[in-house]
């Protein structure tokens, strides 16, 4: 009996051990890739982050030279004002027309499907090909934008070319791709029961005053949720720049990550790149943070009973 009682208890460990082992086998692929690719560089960006390393020349341990030289950079200081003034402005211009084309979308109309696929469909378009067309749009001979302008009897502009215009001219570029945000918010749309609505009718309310007394509202965790990726995602903005300008006019357009971008890869500072980076995850941090305390005040979840 006691003998018994044993083979079963080693037969269950046996088992246990071949599931452990088949479950490491399996992850094992991407234990491998997140080491290779995702932790290893992130541990050597650390390191180089306080050392001069050009490549070509034995890295030289700096301590906190990098950052002592960021503070001193008038482009450093030029980039996070440009990446800032795109962020702050963009951001919410992306969350307000995503959630109101979300509600347009919402509405129980004939061939609505069809309206929902042609507002999606732009933001599954590569950057790059959303970026040469826009240079179309925005050609100060030829573009489309400056045809709309002549037809209204408005002079021309050279939207890129001129330092003033390049960073808005960047920023309706951005809305362009917001069929990601909608399609978050007309999911949370959808999951509003309608009998809130029905209430507020019989109430006698307006549309605005459903809107904003219960769409917005219900609405808050998507909006909180759209903000903070829409500011990550800003804070990166990079592949816009570096083909419609360059960071040109004058750097109006040098962004945060071009400039990191320009210090590894084109003047080979890989360590002042790598503390670039490592600020650059800093401050995404610090804004991100910040958004999860101050969204305790005003994000409502359902569930909490709030």
Known sequence: MVGTVAQRARKRRGLLWREHVDAYVFLAPWIIGFLAFTAGPMIASALLAFMDYEVLLPPRWLGLGNFTTMAADPLFRKSLGNTAYYTFISVPLQVTASMFGAILLNQKVRGVSIHRTAFYLPSLTPAVANTLVWLWIFNPQFGLANALLRLFGLPPQKWFMDMNLAKPSMIIMSLWGIGGEMLIFLAGLQGIPELYYEAAKVDGARNWDMVR???????????????????????????????????????????????????????????????LAWVLFAITLAFTLLQFRLGRYWVYYETEGR
């Open 213 to 275: 007394h219960i769409t917005v509202p219900l609405l808050s965790p998507s909006i909180f949720f759209n903000t903070v990726v829409g500011i990550i995602g800003s804070f990166q903005v990079f592949t816009t720049a570096f083909i419609a300008t360059g960071g040109g006019p004058q750097n109006a357009t040098l962004f945060y990550v071009l400039y990191l971008y320009r210090n590894g890869f084109q003047y080979f500072k890989m360590g002042y790149a790598s503390a």
